[in-house]
């Protein structure tokens, strides 16, 4: 079994920082693209931004610039670091992780249960 969980959301002002770390563990051999999505009220779930196993990122128009996503493969960990939010970055924000439990078996997408970011004065 694999057990993924986001933490880091909360309640900033416009211009704050946050930071997101979502964390992998249980049964993992391999985990291959890792990313971030959102979903606001009454929208649909969006890319946020998304990140290899090498490492290589590509990132929503919306958020290039201001948002950073890293990942620390030995931890099982890809973290979403955002500057400069903007009330319109509020949302809840998942994990999705592309992950191969074991070596005889094919990778499969993995989220989390989400954590809510709001950004408002």
């Known amino acids: 079994q694999v057990q993924v969980v986001e933490s880091g959301g909360g309640l900033v002002q416009p211009g704050g920082s946050l930071r997101l770390s979502c964390v992998a563990s249980?049964?993992?051999?391999?985990?291959?693209?890792m990313g971030w999505y959102r979903q606001a009220p009454g929208k649909e779930r969006e890319l946020v931004a998304h990140i290899s196993r090498d490492s290589i990122t590509n990132y929503a128009d919306s958020v290039k610039g201001r948002f950073t996503i890293f990942r620390e493969n030995a931890k099982n960990t890809v973290y979403l670091q955002m500057n400069s939010l903007k009330p319109e970055d509020t949302a809840v924000y998942y994990c999705?992780?592309?992950?191969?439990?074991?070596?005889?078996?094919?990778?499969?997408?993995?989220w989390g249960q989400g954590t809510q970011v709001t950004v408002s004065s």
């Open positions: 999705n992780l592309d992950l191969q439990s074991r070596y005889w078996t094919l990778s499969r997408n993995y």
């Open positions: 249980g049964n993992i051999f391999r985990i291959n693209a």
